[in-house]
């Protein structure tokens, strides 16, 4: 047993977070806010690092890699909050003509319902007849309602990605809260130094090594049941670790400016796909009796 | 990144099962909670049975991975738990062994492993416990002896120890933590008074340990005079790191239990206490590859546990308590009665974020030394 990343796992994923904050740095995700459309360019771009084809075998001309791998980058795409449904397109690679590339960019209607980015999409899988948009609470992530489709089981493999890039989210968080918190003084210190807020930082390191464990656990067993696990692990090391991360952040957290609303954000909209955590929650509670 | 075993672990496995499942069926009945002399008798005849199929040093010299499969499998067995060996096998044996002396090695180490000596950890003391550097105990040199004068308190299995791994200040002029020594106390020596406390579960784990002119040879000190601080950290990061992966296993058991009782009791028509349990399910999964993955990182980094413990502990001992509350959920009425399985164990659960560190001391360790936040008040 060697539960750790391998040389050539961590080559990849400090690799893509090269890429990403070249391509997808700060100012870029305070454009994409100021104007959420899709960055076609950023998408091809994508599609030649191989970032939808990654799972596609080499044969049938993808990258050959597998799940692991798949939520290394995946990880990496939620800790810079790269907009776009880049799941959608990830999983139609080897089916959608294009999607591989990033010449095509695919909507999914999710089993809970909702669509991503349904208005720019090329192709739409699934029932999206009579969508009705919402006011997004993200304003990366513009969302319909598809009032046809019917709740069926979430696809494993798009749950665990969703996890992957929660991970991303909860560990980014932390890293901005733990930064926060060592230059902001107050009472003539650094508030990291006071145990209120420290306990906070420690509180989501703690969760999202958790989720860390469980979530590539799950990616190297693709066992449905560590998938749900990791969902659950992972929904609430990212939504927490946001929430504590504002409170940390003081009244600079509450701004439109402060990233973090963003993070937030993102975590409530992947924390819905697939219809929310209720499903995990009955079928790990279901193998209890196995 | 892989879970797999290798051949060798395998079979170690494999072997390790057989003889569990032979050996289990010979053992002698289990004694009662409260006898203490028969849990140690029972505790250290296992130990023994251990020694002589030749697994008694799976603590100590076995990868970090042997161990992990060492501990799984016994607890899925159902063999029992350390016992009244847990201070000697997890604590005071791999601290002599780093940091002891040849002859200090021989004299204590064997006897732990047959299963013959039993030991207690004399740290904390009434005005000293999360502040342990705090203690006040006091060791004054005298021809070949300290002359050690003080007193302990929680020192679990006391009344049955033969030794103590005792911490005491040896130079009280120079800062706390620069000098304390760390002694093998004989519990025998005349001048040691146990008192056991009370818990709130009614049972007595623990003692007060009172010392009154107390005669310690300094050959038993265990590293240099003064240096007992760092000698300490050895022990900690073992009772941190390691303890608590043989429990992970049994709440997952606890947990099925769990299940199964709820609905032959209906309780599991409840759908919010039924994803409860399922959540609970997701916990334990999560600590269990938290547990290999810092297994496979101390087995990468040469054995010695480092702070991966420290998360672990904070996030086992809560979850820990949450799951003996859920059992209690299931039980209804049943969980206000003392003989009702599980529900001692929601009492003694409450002892998780206390004892080995609290956890608002576990948060600061992971906040300064793992996140690098500014050590403050
Ligand atoms: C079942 C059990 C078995 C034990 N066995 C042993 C044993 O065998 N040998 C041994 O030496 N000890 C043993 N202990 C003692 C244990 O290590 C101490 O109880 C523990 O370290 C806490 O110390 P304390 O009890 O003095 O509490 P205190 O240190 O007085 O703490 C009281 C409260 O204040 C909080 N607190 C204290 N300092 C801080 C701080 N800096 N920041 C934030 N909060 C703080 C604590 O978190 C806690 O909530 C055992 C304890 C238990 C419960």
Known sequence: MRFQLTGDQLALRDGVRAVLARRFGGEALRAAVDDPRLDRALWRELGAAGFFSLRVPEARGGVGLGLPEAVLVFEEAGRVLLPGPLLATHLAADVVPGAAEGEVVVADVDPGGLVEWLEEADVVRGDATGAVALKSVDPLTPLHRAPGAHARAADPVAVLLTAAEQLGTATRVCELAVQHARAREQFGQPIGAFQAVKHLCAQMLVRAETARAAVYAAAVTADPVDIAAARLLADEAAERGARDCVQVHGGMGFTWECEVQLHLKRAWVRARRGGGGAESEELLAVDLLA | ?377
């Not at chain 2, 020694?51 to 991975?65: I, L, M």
């Not at chain 2, 033969?162 to 911490?167: A, H, S, V």
């Not at chain 2, 800062?175 to 709130?200: D, E, F, Q």
């Not at chain 2, 300094?218 to 429990?247: C, I, K, P, Q, Y």
Request: charged share 25%; proline share 6%.
């Open chain 2, 1 to 377: 990144m892989d879970l797999a075993y290798t051949p060798e672990e395998e079979e170690f496995r494999a072997r390790l099962r057989e003889w569990l499942a032979k050996a289990l069926p010979t053992l002698p009945p289990k004694p009662s909670p409260q006898d203490w002399p028969g849990r140690r008798a029972y505790d250290l005849g296992w130990q023994r049975m251990l020694y002589d199929a030749g697994y008694a040093h799976v603590h100590w010299d076995a990868s970090p991975t042997t161990r992990l499969i060492f501990l799984e499998e016994t607890e899925t067995a159902g063999a029992p738990y350390v016992g009244a060996g847990f201070v000697g096998l997890l604590h005071a044996g791999p601290t002599i062994a780093a940091e002891g002396t040849p002859e200090q090695r021989e004299r204590w180490l064997p006897p732990i492993l047959r299963g013959e000596e039993v030991w207690c950890q004399g740290f904390s003391e009434p005005d000293a416990g999360s502040d342990l550097a705090a203690l006040r105990t006091r060791a004054r040199r005298d021809g070949d002896d300290y002359v050690v004068t003080g007193s302990k308190i929680w020192t679990s299995h006391a009344e049955v120890a033969d030794w103590c791994e005792l911490l005491v200040r040896t130079d009280p002029a120079a800062p706390k933590h620069r000098g304390i020594s760390w002694l093998a106390m004989p519990m025998s020596a005349p001048g040691v008074v146990v008192r056991p406390l009370r818990t709130l579960a009614g049972s007595a784990e623990f003692a007060e340990v009172f010392l009154d002119e107390v005669r310690v040879p300094v050959a038993n000190r265990v590293g240099e005079e003064n240096d007992g601080w760092r000698v300490t950290m050895v022990t900690l990061s073992f009772e941190r790191g390691t303890a608590f992966v043989g429990e992970v296993v049994a709440c997952r058991r606890v947990l099925g239990e769990l299940a199964r009782t709820a609905r032959e009791n209906g309780r599991w028509d409840d759908a919010v206490l039924r994803r409860r349990l399922g959540r609970l399910n997701a916990e334990f999964r999560a600590l269990w590859r938290l547990t290999q993955w810092n297994v496979s990182a101390a087995e990468a980094s040469g054995g010695v546990p480092g702070v991966g413990g420290s998360v672990f502990k904070l996030r086992y001992s809560h979850a820990r308590q949450e799951l003996f509350d859920a059992a209690a959920e299931v039980l209804g009425a049943e969980s206000l009665d003392l003989e009702q399985s599980w529900v001692l164990e929601r009492l003694s659960s409450l002892s998780y974020t206390i004892a080995a560190g609290t956890s608002q001391i576990q948060r600061n360790i992971v906040a300064e030394r793992v996140l690098g936040l500014p050590k403050g008040r």
